[in-house]
């Protein structure tokens, strides 16, 4: 079993809130992780998709009351809102008998359906976590390009061999379409939405134009935005919002869009392998999204990521901010023999990073100019995990 990063913050933080909601996609180890946490807490696990389990939640209030002394794990949660009132009730009710933490560990597979009606009636006692799929830091034992091209979700990713890892990609696409998906919006028509996702791969780290999207499918752009949004809360799709400050520059305004699993990009364009990746158009963009998303995850909560480019022409893949205001510069580049391109520099001059690094495919770490460091993927990973 590969350990996850979030296991340690997940333990922390049932140890100090009453209710922790885990986010993720499906599939993405959600459920594995909660039970391998939950042996230390007595844990009682109820899966809300079970009709069993449902059936035991027919009375709430009496069923969860005499499991008070246990941590409660309700997986799929967005199934059955009705419970957050319920849940407010028994953790005041715990909170007067002395029992303030560790509660409630609820499971949920989209953003939007589950922050809503949580946090209508939970504020002040939840908090919340975000599990991605595998990253590089997780997944050394494993060569670093099996991750980039199969995408971090677990099955994908330890499959036997190549085909089975597509076939499951594919699987897992269809599944989301024609089942879970409209579980959580308006009814959307499987093969639409499945030609949008797959514009998107092709789109891939471009910058959004939902007009574009829009007149692609026939549709008009109010329908494309909300298709967006959907997977966007779906935890599939990530905005990726351009750095705006006031240096007098016209800056781009649009933000950038990409589909966070690269596994999932690579299906959705039916790439089956390496060597297919590699004589394909979206080899660059996709090593760069994998680069951004991987860092994404591995940064401290608190850590923002941007994009800056200008209408000049300066350019930066990904800007990280600080809480204290400082920022990270960090270019991507698919050759072993990276070279700085003069709008990294000229983006730079604008906007006076601290540190600025170049990540690459290669293992060794050095520096191409003084304030210049060439790092590899799960180098810099490393390095934001220590902060």
């Known amino acids: ?4 990063i979030l296991y340690a913050k997940l333990s922390d933080a049932i140890a100090q809130s009453p ?60 199934r059955a809102p009705g419970l957050f009132p319920v849940l407010r009730g028994l953790i005041d009710k715990g909170r007067r008998a002395g029992r303030r933490t560790g509660q409630y560990l609820l499971l949920g597979s989209a953003s939007l359906e589950l922050l809503k009606q949580s946090g209508e009636t939970l504020a002040g ?33 330890l499959a036997a061999d190549a085909a089975r890892s597509l076939r499951w990609r594919q699987d897992f696409i269809r599944t989301y379409l024609e089942r879970d998906i409209p579980q959580f919006g308006p009814r959307i028509a499987a093969e639409t939405l499945r030609r949008f996702w797959g514009m998107l791969a092709h789109h891939q780290g471009g910058l959004l134009n939902t007009a574009q999207f829009a007149r692609n499918l026939g549709i008009d752009a109010k329908t494309a935005t909300s298709y967006l949004d959907l997977l966007v809360d779906l935890l599939l799709v990530r905005r990726l919002p351009p750095w705006h400050a006031n240096l007098g520059k016209r800056l781009v305004k ?102 600025k690094f170049v990540v690459y495919p290669g293992a060794e770490r050095y520096r191409i100019a003084a304030d210049i460091e060439v790092i590899s993927l799960a180098g810099l990973a490393l390095e934001l995990r220590k902060l």
């Open 1 to 4: 079993m590969l350990t996850r």
């Open 19 to 78: 209710a922790v909601a885990l986010l993720g996609p499906r599939q993405v180890g959600k459920t594995t992780l909660a039970m391998e946490v939950g042996k230390s807490h007595n844990a009682l696990y109820l899966d809300l998709e079970s009709e069993q389990d449902r059936a035991k939640l027919a009375q709430p209030e009496l069923y969860l009351a005499d499991h008070q002394d246990k941590l409660v794990i309700l997986d799929e949660i967005h």
């Open 125 to 157: 006692r939840i908090a919340y976590l975000e599990l991605a799929p595998f990253n590089v830091l997780e997944t050394q034992a494993l060569p670093a390009d099996e991750i980039w091209v199969r995408g971090g979700f677990p099955e994908s990713l």
């Open 254 to 355: 649009s933000p950038k869009v990409y589909v966070r699993d690269s596994g999932l990009v690579h299906a959705l364009l039916n790439i089956a392998d390496k060597e297919a990746l590699l004589a394909h158009p979206v080899i660059g963009q996709s090593w760069e999204c994998f680069v951004i998303e991987n860092l994404l995850t591995c940064a401290p909560a608190q850590v923002q990521g941007y994009f800056y480019r200008s209408s000049g022409g300066a350019e930066i893949d990904l800007l990280l901010a600080w809480p204290d205001g400082s920022l990270w510069a960090i270019e991507v580049k698919r050759s072993l023999a990276p070279k700085v391109e003069r709008g990294f520099h000229a983006a730079c001059l604008d906007l006076s990073p601290a540190r």
